[in-house]
Every structure is written in structure tokens, then in C-alpha cells.
């Protein structure tokens, strides 16, 4: 915690009021403390990255000192006075690098106005102290702007988790490991766009708000359009508008973008979310399968370098345990991996599954059928056990209203989950386009959420209307970004790879954080 949020009132107004008496100090020695830019401070348009310096002088033995001049800007995040010398150590987003001002350093003395947390430029000859640290030995400086507040302390940092999410930017300034999710979410993105490209899908934007939130049984976010007069609804899902665009004949779509759901928050669930789906015209779920695996696989490799990985080690470490990434991956199917769990065969005409579940640890609830009943013996059973990644293939129909039944077994669908680590991923069909069966479905899903006390959502007429059209034969998959981020960067909950989540206010409001 910061230096004001852990002292008590007075204190804190001291360690405030001595930062403003420092701005006000440099404006009385003529230098604005929030400078327009760098070139109007060093005459530069732009610094040199940090990393790069330490790149380009990475050979240097101790005590050199370069004809090289560099200009570097960052925010001090180590100072050290020893009267004719001063030791800054600067912060860009590339790294860290170390700043020597002498007594022959333009302005020496106003560099005493200089604190933690405040950003300054600096230009320099490269070189190495007798130590052998590589540091840019200033001849000019210039403030660039003042820090009002001071930074966490060095030792301690940002450590309470609320006040990591609550004040981000602190957590970021001080710690490599947010930054390093910043990294990693910037390359995933980067690699699943590239791969989906390479196989000929084209990029779209659905709407956020929608009549009707579909596409998934969730409680969206309900707000009001005054300029059309109407309710409208954060979308849940991005599918049914991705399948209008198979029926306008794209035939290979994605997007990514954001969902919203106003229900739970855990470590596996937020109410708002990134999720990749994609569709494809003329194949099953086996295609879908084959775009997973060559999906997640691409991912991993991007990720790699930012987290310290080897560039093709698909080993990861995940919740103490080790995940292999190497394809191909495991299949298994829904009922199969439940009867081996509980050690006798399970079926969906079975009539005792719910004294099954319970025998098991699974409550049930009265509406809920066999599908149902069976899903969730999977989800308390099987699914925290699977740890190397796994197609988990054939749901039972009653669970997946908008799946293709399955070829061989009308009572399953064909539709999978990929699992690992424990986590689901992805999940995909061979998508209905059948519009009698995809309303029956629909209705169905709608009795079950009102025998269970919760509010059904009216059907999308307009998405029934579009399939009555004809929409080609496709499979379909929606992929969990913040997930697959889980997975690949072992954090502990999709809380540190959002930057900004959604957070209860502070009670009371601005107190300081003891």
C-alpha cells in the first residue's frame, strides 16, 4: 500500500502537502511540472526504450563509459542520494534501467524536488558504474510530470488482491506480473485472429445491445433506449447473430468481443467477458475440433516468451499440476466418463439417475430431466479431473438447445467441451439449423428455467425467421479468451487478467486502505 494510504490522517496530509509544496518549488525554478511533451523538455520526439539500451550495451564491462547518448523517460522507481551523486533507477513498459546525476548534471541541485513515482526524462552518455551497472549518465534531465501521490512502498508493494484490482495503475507500476497478463492477452489475441484468418473466416461486430439476450440461458443486463423508446439488453452470447450471417451466406464468420451476465462471481466467472465464437459453413464439430486444438495450440506458443517459457514448450505448470498442450488431444465422451466415475454403466433412460446423483453428492432439483441430472454428475465428477486437454464429446439433447442431434444417438447431440486443467475452454457444435426443432428447443428451454424459478427469456422470432430462410450445414464454436488466458498464464482467477473488474464500491468511499 501506498506511503498516504497506510498512515494515519495527519500523516497522510503531510506526505500530500509536501508533494504540492515540491511542485510548486520547481514552478518557482521556472519548470512546469506536467511538461506538453519530450521534445519541448530534451528536444527528442520520443525516448529510447529502456530495454533497447540495455540491449544495444549489454556486452559493456564495468566503469565504461560510451561516446553513445541516449534519451530515456520512465517514472523513478528507486532513488539513492549520496550528496555529489544521485542514483535513480527509471520504469518504462519495457523494463527498468539506472540514471547517475553529478554535480555536472544541468540543474544538479533541482534534482532534489525529484520523488518516487514522479516521470522524468533523461539525456545521457551510456556507460557502466564501477560496479558494472548499466546506467545512462545524465547531463540533462527534465520533469515530465509530478507525481502527487507517492508510489506503494518498495518492499511491501500492492498486496492486498482487492486493492490490486480497485487501483490497477498502482499494481501495474509495481509489480511485473499484471503487465505480463497485459502482454499475454495482446498476444492471444493476436495469434487467434491470425490462425481464423489464415483459414479464409471473416472478422464481424454484432450488437451489444439486443431486443432478446440469446444464445445462452443467463440474466443479461437490462437498460433503456429513450431515443427508440424500448428495453434492450446487454448480449450474453454472441451467437445468434453470427448464425444470421451464415444464412446471408459469409459462411465463415467469428468475432470476439465482449458478453455480459448479471449472475455469479467466482474465480472461473465474471459478469463481463471476452469470448471468441466462430462459425463455418459445410462441416460438423470434428472441423471444430481440429480448429480448437490448432487454436489453443497457436495461443500457448504466442504466450511462451511473455511468461518465461521455452518458444514451443506446451508443458505448463496450471494449478500445481502439469498440462501437455501437444496434439493431438484426448476424447472422451459425457456418458462414458460418468460411468466410469461412478463405476456402473450411466444411461439417459436409467430411472434411478437421481437417486444416482445423490448417492454421489449431487443435488437435484425436481424439474431437472436426465440430461440434465447427467450433466451435472459430469461437471461434479469428471470435469475437475481432466488435466490433459480433452474433447469431451455428446451432451445429452436436453442440454444443448442449440446443437445438431447426433448422428448415431438422437438423444445426445453433437456437440463437445474442451477441457483442461480442469478448465473448459471451448465450447462447439454441429450446429441445428433445422428452424421446427431449434423453436421446440427453445420452448423446452424456457419450461425448464420457469419450473426452476427463473425468468425465461422471450424467443428471438427474427433468429427462428432467419433459419426458416435456410441456413447452410456448419459447426460452431465459442472459445473462453479470459480462460485460455487462465490456463496459459497459471493465474489464480480470471480477477487478475481482467484489468478493471467489477467490484463492489469501497465502504466507506475514499477511506484510506490501513
Not at 520520443?46 to 539500451?53: I, Q
Not at 540491449?55 to 523513478?76: H, I, M, N, Q, S
Not at 465428477?381 to 451432451?395: G, H, W, Y
Request: glycine residues 8%.
Amino acid at each position: 500500500m501506498s506511503e498516504d494510504e497506510r498512515a494515519p490522517g495527519g500523516r497522510e496530509a503531510a506526505v500530500l502537502a509536501a508533494r504540492r509544496a515540491s511542485l510548486e518549488r520547481l514552478r518557482a525554478a521556472g519548470i512546469e511540472p506536467f511538461a506538453l511533451d519530450l521534445r519541448s523538455a530534451l528536444g527528442v520526439r520520443e525516448p529510447t526504450p529502456l530495454a533497447s539500451v540495455r540491449a544495444a550495451f549489454a556486452g559493456l564491462g564495468p566503469d565504461v563509459l560510451t561516446p553513445e547518448r541516449r534519451t530515456v523517460a520512465g517514472r523513478v522507481v528507486l532513488a539513492r542520494d549520496l550528496g555529489r551523486l544521485r542514483f535513480l533507477v527509471l520504469r518504462d513498459r519495457t523494463g527498468d534501467l539506472q540514471v547517475v546525476a553529478g554535480e555536472d548534471t544541468a540543474r544538479f541541485g533541482l534534482l532534489a524536488e525529484v520523488d518516487l513515482g514522479d516521470i522524468i526524462g533523461v539525456t545521457g552518455r551510456v556507460g557502466t558504474t564501477r560496479r558494472g551497472e548499466l546506467s545512462v549518465f545524465a547531463e540533462a534531465w527534465a520533469m515530465l510530470t509530478k507525481a502527487l501521490r507517492p508510489l506503494p512502498e518498495k518492499w511491501h508493494g500492492l498486496r492486498d488482491p482487492d486493492l490490486q484490482q480497485r487501483r490497477r495503475y498502482l499494481h501495474l507500476i509495481t509489480d511485473e506480473t499484471p503487465r505480463r497478463h497485459v502482454l499475454a492477452r495482446a498476444a492471444v489475441l493476436k495469434a487467434l485472429r491470425s490462425v481464423l484468418d489464415r483459414q479464409g473466416y471473416v472478422e464481424v461486430e454484432g450488437p451489444v445491445l439486443q431486443p432478446t439476450a440469446g444464445g445462452a440461458m443467463a440474466r443479461p443486463f437490462t437498460t433503456f433506449h429513450h431515443a427508440l423508446g424500448i428495453e434492450l439488453k446487454l448480449r450474453i452470447s454472441l451467437e445468434l447473430y453470427l448464425k444470421r450471417l451464415l444464412v446471408g451466406g459469409l459462411e465463415r464468420v467469428y468475432e470476439i468481443g465482449r458478453n455480459f451476465r448479471n449472475e455469479g462471481i467466482d474465480r472461473d466467472h465474471l459478469p463481463e467477458f471476452t469470448m471468441l465464437e466462430a462459425y463455418r459453413a459445410w462441416v460438423d464439430y470434428e472441423a471444430m475440433m481440429e480448429l480448437s486444438q490448432t487454436l489453443v495450440v497457436e495461443a500457448a506458443r504466442a504466450v511462451n516468451g511473455i511468461v518465461g517459457r521455452a518458444p514451443d514448450d506446451l508443458v505448463l505448470p496450471v494449478r500445481g499440476r502439469e498440462v501437455d498442450l501437444t496434439p493431438p488431444f484426448e476424447r472422451i465422451t459425457v456418458l462414458g466418463s460418468v460411468s466410469e466415475a461412478v463405476g456402473e454403466e450411466v444411461r439417459l433412460d436409467r430411472p434411478d439417475l437421481a437417486a444416482l446423483a445423490e448417492r454421489h453428492g449431487v443435488e437435484v432439483a425436481p424439474a431437472w430431466g436426465p440430461g440434465k441430472i447427467v450433466q451435472e454428475l459430469f461437471e461434479a465428477l469428471v470435469e475437475p479431473t481432466i488435466v490433459r486437454p480433452t474433447f469431451v464429446c455428446d451432451f445429452p439433447r436436453e442440454v444443448s438447445p442449440l446443437a445438431r442431434p447426433h448422428r448415431d444417438d438422437p438423444s445426445l447431440t453433437e456437440h463437445f467441451d474442451l477441457v483442461a486443467g480442469g478448465i473448459e475452454l471451448v465450447t462447439a457444435f454441429s450446429e441445428l439449423t433445422d428452424p421446427i426443432e431449434q423453436r421446440e428447443r427453445f420452448e423446452l428451454q424456457q419450461r425448464l428455467k420457469e419450473a426452476l424459478g427463473g425468468q425465461a427469456h422471450p424467443l428471438d422470432e427474427d433468429f427462428l425467421r432467419a433459419l426458416e430462410h435456410g441456413m447452410p450445414p456448419a459447426g460452431g464454436l465459442g472459445l473462453g479468451v479470459d480462460r485460455l488466458l487462465m490456463l496459459l498464464t497459471d493465474a489464480p482467477s480470471l480477477r487478475d487478467l481482467v484489468m478493471f473488474p467489477a467490484q463492489r464500491p469501497a465502504s466507506p468511499p475514499d477511506q484510506p486502505v490501513g
